[in-house]
């Protein structure tokens, strides 16, 4: 790709936007559930775009952190923040406070962003338009496809978007997007969809596919940030600008997202159980009538109880499941070996109950695998390693010991550093990663990435380890 044409800058849509002072004898008068009340002369001026930006802000957050990093990335294992951004290939100190935008997609304060977005950070907060800081957790990365998981804890239902779809999106139709660019929090710019099924190629392994292409305004600090649709419901997550160009953005249709969430979101993954339903994530027939069973796996708890593929679940413990994030977020709540009854209708219409067990599966001891695969050991964190590290809460597994000419001494691991990934997923507990380091056979090729201090500096690096 030239340089001198198509510096593709990773970032989202939103500008400036502005109110005007009431006049002081205008008459308060609500607005919907959630909104401030406004004036008579305000309300006049309503329009679909206020009325959006009012519903949906409270879903957006910042994300942000104070952390400073130095990246260093091993061959293979590039970032694609680094190409977007033509990133040197040495070492790099930054600083950074907003780092991207997000959005929460169920109550429980599941958040959806741009995988780049996390790249960046060592701890996120996600600060919502209220001025609500909350620490931000990693649940499920997907790098291909550029989108990331992230889960706050609030002692309270939290502001949600509703998904979407857009595979019935029509050139020339308005969008509304609401993001942080520049650290400006919840700007919201509008434009139009100019174009659907168009793709970005960076390199051979980073092609984004099916992007719908707006001329709303973008600027850094705004990826991962939602596009809405005129009716408040999210159709994309931004991405991506030309900068080459003018007005002319990317985002990632709300349909790809549908698809990854089941398998980002795989409950026997996150709560390790045994379960055995995968769902579909899409829609398949109109909107909100339930979530339909993709596949389910022999000798499961599902399996036996009768559960078929095509079957759509319609409620859980006789809360109704609309969507995937819907069951999903029962499902997470359940602790394991508690059984759930499913509400089920049938292909042929038939509708049927069934009871299912989440199962509970035994850990696997993370720290023997690790030192038969890899030759090293590993430890939770201490309280002295987050004063090292300048952190406040675990970021990751110590390494305790490395055994001389093992696969972990041939990558130069040292004890001290820090596993914040394996294979893709994070980790900060021996629980986590004893679930992951279960499903590695010998020869494969696990992504690691790790944090270590050198010179009262945090070092990012990710690398590819063997198991023996």
Same mark, same amino acid.
């Given at each position: 790709?030239?340089?001198?044409?198509?510096?593709?800058? /990773?970032?989202?849509?939103?500008?400036?936007?502005?109110?005007?002072?009431?006049?002081?004898?205008?008459?308060?008068?609500?607005?919907?559930?959630?909104?401030?009340?406004?004036?008579?002369?305000?309300?006049?001026?309503?329009?679909?775009?206020?009325?959006?930006?009012?519903?949906?802000?409270?879903?957006?957050?910042?994300?942000?952190?104070?952390?400073? /990093?130095?990246?260093?990335?091993?061959?293979?294992?590039?970032?694609?923040?680094?190409? &977007?951004?033509?990133?040197?290939?040495?070492?790099?100190?930054?600083?950074?406070?907003?780092?991207?935008?997000?959005?929460?997609?169920?109550?429980?304060?599941?958040?959806?962003?741009?995988?780049?977005?996390?790249?960046?950070?060592?701890?996120?907060?996600?600060?919502?338009?209220?001025?609500?800081?909350?620490?931000?957790?990693?649940?499920?990365?997907?790098?291909?496809?550029?989108?990331?998981?992230?889960?706050?804890?609030?002692?309270?239902?939290?502001?949600?978007?509703?998904?979407?779809?857009?595979?019935?999106?029509?050139?020339?139709?308005? %969008?509304?997007?609401?993001?942080?660019?520049?650290?400006?929090?919840?700007?919201?710019?509008?434009?139009?969809?100019?174009?659907?099924?168009?793709?970005?190629?960076?390199?051979?392994?980073?092609?984004?596919?099916?992007? &719908?292409?707006?001329?709303?305004?973008?600027?850094?600090?705004?990826?991962?940030?939602?596009?809405?649709?005129?009716?408040?419901?999210?159709?994309?997550?931004?991405?991506?600008?030309?900068?080459?160009?003018?007005?002319?953005?990317?985002?990632?249709?709300?349909?790809?997202?549908?698809?990854?969430?089941?398998?980002?979101?795989?409950?026997?993954?996150?709560?390790?159980?045994?379960?055995?339903?995968?769902?579909?994530?899409?829609?398949?027939?109109?909107?909100?009538?339930?979530?339909?069973?993709?596949?389910?796996?022999?000798?499961?708890?599902?399996?036996?109880?009768?559960?078929?593929?095509?079957? %759509?679940?319609?409620? &859980?413990?006789?809360?109704?499941?609309?969507?995937?994030?819907?069951?999903?977020?029962?499902?997470?709540?359940?602790?394991?070996?508690?059984?759930?009854?499913?509400?089920?209708?049938?292909?042929?219409?038939?509708?049927?109950?069934?009871?299912?067990?989440?199962?509970?599966?035994?850990?696997?001891?993370?720290?023997?695998?690790?030192?038969?695969?890899?030759?090293?050991?590993?430890?939770?964190?201490?309280?002295?390693?987050?004063?090292?590290?300048? %952190?406040?809460?675990?970021?990751?597994? &110590?390494?305790?010991?490395?055994?001389?000419?093992?696969?972990?001494?041939?990558?130069?691991?040292?004890?001290?550093? /820090?596993?914040?990934?394996?294979?893709?997923?994070?980790?900060?507990?021996?629980?986590?990663?004893?679930?992951?380091?279960?499903?590695?056979?010998?020869?494969?090729?696990?992504?690691?990435?790790?944090?270590?201090?050198?010179?009262?500096?945090?070092?990012?690096?990710?690398?590819?380890?063997?198991?023996?």
């Amino acid at each position: 790709m030239s340089q001198s044409v198509s510096r593709f800058v /990773v970032c989202i849509l939103l500008a400036l936007a502005t109110s005007l002072p009431a006049a002081a004898q205008d008459r308060m008068v609500p607005v919907n559930e959630g909104t401030a009340s406004m004036t008579t002369s305000q309300a006049s001026r309503m329009t679909p775009v206020v009325r959006v930006f009012r519903e949906a802000s409270p879903a957006v957050v910042n994300l942000s952190t104070t952390q400073v /990093v130095t990246v260093r990335r091993s061959p293979g294992f590039g970032s694609l923040f680094d190409e &977007i951004f033509d990133m040197p290939t040495a070492p790099r100190q930054y600083r950074t406070n907003s780092v991207g935008s997000g959005f929460l997609i169920h109550s429980d304060g599941y958040i959806v962003t741009n995988a780049h977005v996390v790249d960046r950070a060592t701890e996120v907060k996600a600060t919502f338009a209220d001025g609500t800081e909350l620490d931000a957790e990693e649940v499920a990365i997907d790098r291909r496809r550029d989108l990331a998981v992230l889960k706050v804890n609030a002692n309270r239902p939290l502001p949600h978007l509703k998904l979407g779809r857009s595979d019935d999106l029509m050139q020339g139709e308005p %969008v509304i997007v609401i993001g942080n660019p520049l650290g400006y929090q919840h700007t919201v710019t509008t434009g139009v969809v100019s174009a659907i099924d168009r793709e970005l190629a960076f390199d051979a392994d980073h092609v984004y596919r099916g992007l &719908i292409q707006s001329d709303a305004s973008i600027n850094p600090g705004n990826s991962g940030g939602p596009m809405l649709n005129i009716l408040g419901e999210l159709i994309g997550i931004n991405t991506a600008i030309r900068g080459d160009a003018q007005n002319i953005g990317f985002a990632i249709p709300v349909n790809q997202l549908r698809e990854l969430l089941p398998q980002m979101l795989d409950i026997e993954r996150v709560r390790r159980v045994d379960f055995g339903l995968h769902f579909d994530g899409q829609v398949r027939g109109a909107l909100n009538e339930g979530v339909r069973v993709l596949r389910v796996d022999n000798g499961t708890p599902a399996a036996q109880a009768g559960i078929q593929t095509g079957d %759509v679940i319609t409620a &859980i413990d006789n809360q109704p499941t609309p969507n995937f994030v819907e069951a999903f977020s029962l499902l997470a709540r359940t602790p394991p070996g508690q059984s759930l009854k499913l509400d089920i209708r049938r292909e042929s219409g038939d509708k049927v109950s069934v009871e299912v067990p989440l199962r509970a599966i035994p850990v696997g001891d993370a720290v023997a695998q690790m030192e038969r695969f890899f030759g090293m050991t590993v430890r939770p964190m201490n309280k002295g390693d987050l004063q090292r590290l300048g %952190v406040q809460r675990s970021i990751g597994l &110590i390494v305790d010991s490395v055994k001389n000419g093992s696969e972990a001494d041939r990558e130069r691991l040292v004890v001290g550093d /820090v596993i914040t990934q394996f294979g893709g997923w994070g980790v900060t507990d021996l629980e986590g990663l004893g679930h992951l380091v279960d499903q590695v056979d010998p020869g494969d090729i696990i992504p690691v990435q790790i944090l270590r201090v050198r010179r009262n500096r945090l070092v990012r690096f990710e690398l590819g380890l063997r198991a023996q």
